[in-house]
Structure formats: C-alpha cells, structure tokens
C-alpha cells in the first residue's frame, strides 16, 4: 500500500484568535462545510487574550475546542492548540482567513504523497473588501505584501501559518514554534524543518483566501508586528558599535524619500492607471517610514509590539 493510499488520518485544525470575532465565524463556518470526513478533523480556537472571549462563536460549531492562552503572541497560542490537539497531521489557518471547502481534503491527499514532506503550504488568495473600489492601502498589499507561498518555500524554506500543514511526528522531531517571536515565527520554524532535510511542497489546491488590510491602520499594525519580528529574530547578533551605526542608518533613512522605488513602482505593471499608481506610492510613503521609525523605536529600547 503507498502511502497516498492509506486511510484518512485524523486532522487537527489550529487556529490563533486575538479580538478578530467576526472573521472567525467566516473562517469557522468554512471549516464546517469542508469535503473531508467531519468526524475525521477537530477544530482547536486558541483565544490569545481577547477582551471579548469567543464563546458565543465556537459554540455553535460541535467540532470546536476553545482554549485560551495568556502568554502573548500567535506563536505560543499554536503552541497550546498542538499540545492540546489529538490528531497525527497538523493544519494552521488564521481567523481572518476563509478555507476553501476542499481545502483539508487537498492539503492531506498532498502531504500524504511522500513520507519524507515535512510540510506543505497552501496557495493564499488576497481578496479585497470592495472589487470594484479597492483602497490605497488594499492595491499596496495586493501588489507589494502578497501571501508567495511558492517563492517563499523555493527560496527562503518556509510556508505561512495562515495556510500549512505537516505531521505531529515533524513538530515533535524539530520542536515547537519559538515563542519568542511576534512575527515571523512561521519562517524560523520552516527553516528549522528544511534543516532537518524534511522535504517542503506546495500546493496549490489547497488554498484559503485571506482579505487585504483595508485601512492605514491596519496597514500600520502589519508593518510594526512584521518589523518588530525581524528585530527580535536578529536581537544580540550586533555589536554595540554595529547597533549603534544601524540606528544612524535608520535616523538618514528616515530623512531619505524613496526616489529610486517611487520610480519601480510607478512601472510596475499591476498597477492600471495614474490613480493607482499614486496610490500606490503614497502608501509606500507610508510603510517606508513606519518601518523606519519602528526600526529607531526598537533601537533605543522600545518592545516588539503583538497586536
């Protein structure tokens, strides 16, 4: 018997929530319409310290297990959800993201095809709040923050949580998610499994569609979490002198526009028209010089923020 013949294993299905209520009941909802045997997958909510707590929404849904975790961060609430889960293969989703209905059955049947696949990630589609009126900061995210699953697998060895699967045995041979991570946890755990000769694949099947950020705000909060977990992946690797000369780097950076990606982006062929293009710079003004900041922030000893 292969192994893409052998019977259907038992799915465990983790899912971080922080203060995102609305979208989790989307996300749960597709979960409860899945083509995979319902008795063969559980769904594990992890609540990370929402001011209002899930309940009211797991409720309704029998295959749901709401555990909570105080420590904060999405990587440690992954963590309670795999050592409270009871299935032999693992799968990672977001709250704000919407699986399709043959999304576990696809992303099984492809882990499944070889024993030595320590992971697969799913192809994630960015959806926008409005097709027709997309915002400046929906068209910036769509063209420029994109979900690469592929690229990211190709060339840098890791998949993202918000679409990814693998065996507990891989988890228990390479070890849990760092905690110590806000953002980017997903990166340093798929490389840990890369290393570990395990092979990574994508599928493309198996996909789940995720929503743009549509505000600056939340465009701010994305930029601030994604730099505050590069700063902590790399914290301690500097001299003090090196520290010192990367916050001046930050300070000129601050100061500097963007001339030469001002010119990039106006070429790029995502973008239809004069009024999307403008939008497009305007918001790589915007992420240019929050990440700076942010950058000079954690530099002279502000935390890494979790959102």
């Given at each position: 018997?292969s192994?893409?013949?052998?019977p259907?294993?038992?799915?465990?299905?983790?899912?971080p929530?922080?203060?995102?209520?609305?979208r989790?009941?989307?996300c749960?909802?597709?979960?409860?319409?899945?083509?995979?045997p319902?008795?063969?997958?559980?769904?594990?909510?992890v609540?990370n310290g929402?001011?209002e707590?899930?309940?009211?929404?797991t409720s309704r849904?029998e295959s749901v297990?709401?555990l909570?975790?105080?420590?904060?961060?999405?990587?440690?609430?992954r963590?309670?959800?795999?050592l409270?889960?009871?299935?032999?293969?693992l799968?990672?989703?977001d709250?704000?993201?919407?699986p399709d209905?043959n999304w576990?059955q696809a992303?099984?049947?492809?882990l499944k095809?070889?024993?030595?696949?320590g992971?697969?990630?799913?192809?994630?589609?960015?959806?926008?709040?409005?097709a027709?009126?997309?915002?400046?900061?929906e068209?910036?995210?769509s063209v420029e923050m994109?979900?690469?699953?592929a690229?990211?697998?190709?060339?840098q060895?890791?998949?993202?949580t918000?679409n990814?699967?693998?065996y507990?045995s891989?988890?228990d041979?390479?070890g849990?998610f760092?905690t110590?991570l806000?953002s980017?946890?997903?990166k340093?755990?798929?490389?840990?499994?890369?290393?570990?000769n395990?092979q990574?694949?994508y599928?493309?099947?198996a996909?789940v569609?995720?929503p743009?950020?549509?505000?600056?705000?939340?465009?701010?909060k994305?930029v601030?979490?994604?730099v505050?977990?590069r700063?902590?992946?790399?914290?301690?690797?500097?001299?003090?002198i090196?520290?010192?000369?990367?916050?001046?780097?930050d300070?000129v950076l601050?100061f500097?526009?963007?001339?030469?990606?001002i010119l990039?982006?106006?070429n790029k062929?995502e973008l239809?028209?004069s009024k999307?293009?403008?939008q497009?710079?305007?918001?790589?003004?915007?992420?240019r010089?929050?990440?700076?900041w942010e950058?000079?922030?954690l530099r002279l000893?502000g935390r890494s923020?979790?959102?």
């Open positions: 018997m192994v893409a013949d052998k259907e294993p038992v799915v465990s299905v983790i899912i929530v922080y203060n995102d209520l609305v989790l009941q989307k749960l909802q597709a979960l409860d319409n899945q083509t995979y319902q008795e063969l997958y559980e769904i594990i909510v609540d929402s001011s707590s899930p309940e009211p929404v849904y297990k709401l909570s975790e105080s420590e904060p961060g999405s990587y440690a609430a963590n309670t959800g795999v409270n889960s009871r299935g032999p293969i799968a990672f989703t709250a704000d993201c919407i209905k576990l992303g099984v049947e492809c095809a070889s024993s030595d696949y992971l697969v990630a799913g192809r994630i589609e960015l959806f926008f709040h409005d027709e009126n997309p915002t400046a900061v068209i910036y995210e994109g979900f690469h699953q690229e990211l697998l190709q060339e060895h890791y998949g993202l918000a990814l699967f693998t507990r891989v988890i041979e390479v849990l760092s110590q806000k980017g946890g997903d340093e755990w798929g490389q840990r499994v890369f290393a570990s395990y990574q694949v599928s493309h099947e996909y569609c995720h743009t950020r549509h505000t600056f705000k939340e465009l701010y994305r601030t979490r994604i505050g977990g700063y902590d992946a790399t914290k301690g690797e500097l001299s003090e090196q520290d010192v000369k990367a916050l001046l780097k300070f601050a500097t526009p963007p001339g030469r990606s990039r982006a106006w062929k239809v028209n999307q293009k403008s497009f710079i305007l918001t790589l003004f915007f992420v010089y929050v990440g700076t950058r000079i922030r000893g923020r979790r959102w």
